[in-house]
């Protein structure tokens, strides 16, 4: 949709959205490979996005359930035990029964963490209490444990305080976790500080997990210590730290500013720009580090930040192979970026797949996705349904898509309610929508705040139009304010706007700079002015003297040219004139057709001027007939004059009234004498 301003043209984005994130089948395990997943995390907990549009990240909790896990002796029979069923362990389990039966309490530890691990409470019990009694730490820790399961949670805090004061490492860690569950923090900080500061893992993790909840530095250093020791959620955990918080970031990644921090830059949260190829150093590097030691031991989500990496990188097979890993493992984000993988390397068919499995999971992203596919076939009703599903998946995305849907259905009233639901919903873009279809039907009070709303949200777009509105005012000193806002985030027509405003103000320098940058984005118009005013600096060229070389082209002429070949005709003309001038007459000529055949009636004068300096007046006449009657007034004068060469007395009185009409002043002037002139021969 297209909204004439008086001085720019209205922009409505007209994309439907696919939020990037970042088959089941034998496609995509011949694109990418598919490694086996070894299992999946237990408890989703929301996160932050990290940036708009891309992966939104959930942490997993390896260690949910009871408080604590059962702690072994250091008996290496003991974990055989536990883990296998051959006739070796079954001997040592009745080994260790004949001795816990003697009174050895060694083995009736032992022989309680098996029991407990199998979950025979009733067995493990007085084996655990007999070894407790004889002083084992590990028995009262595991004692906790079982007691824990059975619900006396007091009891068995009891007995994890009894092992962590002897030093249990793993019960200071169970305490730790049930002072915090009570609500003691600084009871929790204790102990489980205790239980970091002996080397065990779950302790480093549980303690980085309360200090991270307080915004506390130190969360860092204890993630650190736990994922070097093979925690796979807290190796995810450090790898989103450390990719949330850049080195170049002057915030740590609770906000605060980093030491020797001046306090400007980026904030916290922005993504990292990555290199191309090669290696990533710094806090980013060892983010994908991390990321790629949790993915590996089988952490859905770290396979799909790493796979975004590595995209971003241009690295998209390996990219591919680590969403596989992860969609397969059930996120429905990473089946949703792989399907965005597969349509970018031209397999659509394998991308619906793998978005379908995505939006059947609740992702609205996919769903959009799918949407947009549709769409693009002409399918408008399932189009229509996907939409919905994003939206009802809580993706506003959904609604505006429908607004774009029913707008290019010309159902007008349909696309306005969606943008209106988006738009309250806070999509900038849906907003800079309302407003344009508001502008359409005659309500420039109703569009003015909706417009205001999507620039103020960030929308260039919608900036833009602000200072097409305030233009169409005569407002010029606020719409410039809106034209360098939206120039300032890159818009092109914007940036040409400005440029404009300040060549009208005499503020060459500064309006060179805008038209550089409207001109490098692909306007033909901005490289006409700017040409033009680098053109205004140089001396004139006259043609080449005899036995000279061809001078070469200025980058006045380059930037012509560059709007000459996006069909500017202004520029062609002129173009075709500063070669004439070089004396390249084939260039010129060449130019000076293309915009006469475009409707340039310049470019027709100046082609009829080329030919009939080469003798073929004929096809000149013709060339300047078109001029003429375009309204060229230099071009009906010499029409007149090759009519009063031939003796055609009175065309050539016709058309010297004809340049008379037309102008300019100087023209006209020659034009009257010429036309007497012919009427005194007439009536001679």
């Known amino acids: 949709m297209v909204f004439m301003g008086d001085r720019a043209t209205l922009l409505e984005t007209g994309r439907f959205v696919q939020r990037r994130s970042y088959l089941t089948g034998s496609a995509s395990h011949a694109a990418f490979g598919s490694p086996a997943v070894r299992d999946k995390e237990t408890t989703d907990v929301g996160e932050t996005p990290r940036t708009p549009g891309i992966i939104r990240a959930t942490e997993t909790a390896e260690t949910a359930g009871c408080a604590a896990t059962a702690e072994n002796t250091g008996n290496e029979e003991a974990g055989r035990a536990e883990s296998t069923e051959s006739p070796e362990s079954a001997e040592s389990e009745a080994r260790h029964r004949r001795a816990a039966d003697a009174g050895d309490p060694g083995s009736m530890s032992v022989l ?71 609500g003691d923090e600084p009871g929790a900080e204790y102990w489980l500080r205790q239980s970091a500061e002996q080397g065990h893992a779950l302790g480093a993790y549980a303690l980085a997990d309360l200090l ?130 597969l349509r970018d390397a031209g397999d659509e068919e394998s991308a619906a797949v793998w978005w379908l499995r995505a939006a059947q999971e609740g992702d609205g992203n996919a769903a959009n996705a799918l949407g947009a596919l549709h769409a693009a076939r002409g399918e408008q009703q399932t189009a229509e349904r996907w939409y919905r599903a994003a939206m009802d998946a809580g993706d506003v995305n959904g609604a505006y898509n429908l607004g774009l849907l029913c707008a290019a259905q010309d159902r007008t009233p349909q696309a306005e309610q969606w943008y209106r639901r988006a738009a309250y919903a806070g999509h900038r873009e849906a907003a800079n929508a309302l407003a344009v279809l508001l502008l359409q039907a005659d309500d420039a009070t109703g569009a003015e705040p909706w417009f205001s709303k999507a620039a103020e949200a960030g929308s260039v777009d919608a900036a833009f139009n ?70 205004s600096r140089q001396p004139p060229h006259g043609p080449p003297a005899l036995g000279e070389p061809m001078p070469e082209k200025t980058e006045c002429e380059e930037w012509y040219e560059r709007a000459a070949e996006q069909g500017h005709r202004r520029a062609q003309v002129r173009v075709g004139m500063l070669a004439a001038a ?21 470019g027709a004068f100046n082609l009829g001027l080329l030919l009939a300096r080469e003798g073929s007046e004929p096809e000149a006449a013709l060339w ?34 004809r340049a008379v009409e037309l102008g300019p002043a100087e023209v006209a002037e020659r034009a009257a004498r010429l036309r007497e002139a012919l009427h005194q021969e007439l009536t001679a």
């Open 466 to 535: 602000l200072g097409i509105l305030y233009s169409g005012r005569d407002e010029d000193r606020m719409a410039l304010v809106w034209y360098e806002r939206a120039a300032a985030a890159g818009h092109t027509e914007a940036a040409l706007q400005v440029g404009m405003a300040l060549l009208h103000q005499g503020e060459e320098q500064e309006a060179e700079r805008h038209l550089r940058c409207a001109a490098g984005g692909g306007s033909a118009e901005a490289a006409f002015r700017l040409a033009g005013v680098l053109d």
């Open 112 to 182: 309680g963490a098996l029991l407990l691990r199998r979950g025979d409470l009733d067995g493990a019990e007085p084996y655990l209490r007999g070894a407790t009694a004889e002083g084992d730490r590990a028995a009262a820790n595991n004692l906790g444990v079982l007691l824990h399961q059975r619900g006396y949670v007091d009891d068995a805090a009891g007995w994890w305080r009894v092992a962590a004061v002897a030093g249990s490492a793993a019960a200071a860690h169970a305490l730790g976790r049930h002072y915090r569950e009570r």
């Open 212 to 341: 991270e909840h307080r915004g506390d530095v130190g969360a860092e250093r204890w993630l650190r210590a736990a994922a070097e020791q093979g925690h796979r959620e807290a190796a995810y955990r450090l790898a989103r730290l450390l990719d949330r918080c850049p080195d170049d970031d002057p915030h740590d990644v609770f906000g605060r500013p980093r030491s020797g921090s001046d306090g400007f830059g980026r904030g916290a949260g922005r993504t990292v720009d990555r290199p191309s190829k090669g290696t990533v150093t710094g806090r980013a590097g060892e983010a994908e580090q991390w990321y790629r030691q949790a993915a590996a031991r089988g952490h859905r989500r770290a396979a799909l930040h790493l796979g975004a990496i590595l995209e971003q990188r241009g690295e998209p097979k390996e990219a591919g192979r680590w969403y596989l890993i992860s969609a397969k493992a059930g996120e429905a984000r990473a089946a949703c970026a792989l399907g965005f993988l």
């Open 624 to 657: 300047w007939s078109r001029a003429a009657n375009d309204g060229h007034g230099r071009a009906a004068l010499r029409l007149a004059l090759l009519a009063a060469r031939r003796g055609e007395l009175t065309e050539g009185q016709r058309w010297c009234a």
């Open 582 to 602: 070089r004396g390249d007459m084939d260039s010129a000529a060449r130019w000076y057709r293309e915009a006469a055949e475009a409707g340039s009636r310049n």
